[in-house]
């Protein structure tokens, strides 16, 4: 089970961090990521960060946002700077993703989403 906290609503240019919390044993053996769907766009992946603390970055979260990972305490940050309205959508934890020719495969266990909604 994933419980995804910290969404928001925020100014452009502001900052907020979103916080996934996992239940269970299998969390530090797996990749841990954050996905997001905006009104009437596909679910996209932001960021992930395997077991082994490689992190991939799509291209809009590059440089902005940053994905960390407390094994300890079974839960994935992400750190979302310099934010605009681009970016408001529903972030959804996710725990699994395994890599894919082209891309990334998300894992079976989802979070409930948090909404980020950034104002001009």
């Known amino acids: 089970q994933l419980q995804a906290s910290g969404g928001g609503l925020v100014q452009a240019g502001g900052s907020l961090r979103l916080s996934c919390a996992a239940s269970g044993s299998s969390f530090s053996r797996n990749a841990a990521g954050w996905y997001r769907q905006a009104p009437g766009k596909q679910r996209e992946l932001v960021a992930l960060i395997f077991s082994s603390g490689r992190t991939n970055y799509a291209d809009p979260a590059k440089g902005r946002f940053t994905i960390s990972r407390d094994n300890a305490k079974k839960t994935v940050y992400l750190q979302m700077n310099s934010l605009n309205p681009e970016d408001t959508a529903v972030y959804s934890c996710?725990?699994?993703?395994?890599?894919?020719?082209?891309?990334?495969?998300?894992?079976?266990?989802w979070g409930q989403g948090t909404l980020v909604t950034v104002s001009s």
């Open positions: 996710n725990l699994g993703a395994r890599l894919a020719i082209g891309g990334t495969i998300p894992g079976p266990y």
